[in-house]
């Protein structure tokens, strides 16, 4: 079984910045990407951004590009989004996932084994 772990989300004003870390308990052999997701109240999760472990190719959706980034540890199994020039409609609970295999897209949320639990990041006008 594998466990992510998110931490980093809270309140911000628009402009600011905030960092979301993900821990995963998985021997990093055994990843193939790791993503960030979000959603909010009455719609489907949104992708937002990813990394292929082995490579470190990065994908963005289009909306947070050049203004996010995706890192991962090289030492462990953790990945962190970097949230610079936040905005309000970027407000949303953020997830965690992790896939152990390739599959249809790094933006379909199906192709992801396991999910964290969330956290909330609020960005204020």
């Known amino acids: 079984q594998v466990k992510l772990v998110e931490s980093g989300g809270g309140l911000v004003q628009a402009g600011g910045s905030l960092r979301l870390s993900c821990a995963a308990s998985v021997r990093t052999f055994n990843l193939y990407r790791m993503g960030w997701f979000r959603q909010t109240p009455g719609k489907e999760r949104e992708f937002v951004a990813a990394?292929?472990?082995?490579?470190?190719?990065?994908y963005y959706t289009d909306s947070v590009k050049g203004r996010f980034t995706i890192s991962r540890d090289n030492a462990g199994s953790t990945v962190s989004l970097q949230m610079n020039s936040l905005k309000p409609e970027d407000t949303a609970i953020y997830y965690c996932a992790a896939a152990l295999r390739n599959g249809w897209s790094y933006s379909y949320a199906a192709d992801y084994d396991y999910w964290g639990q969330g956290t909330q990041v609020t960005v204020s006008s």
């Open positions: 990394i292929r472990w082995i490579t470190s190719n990065t």
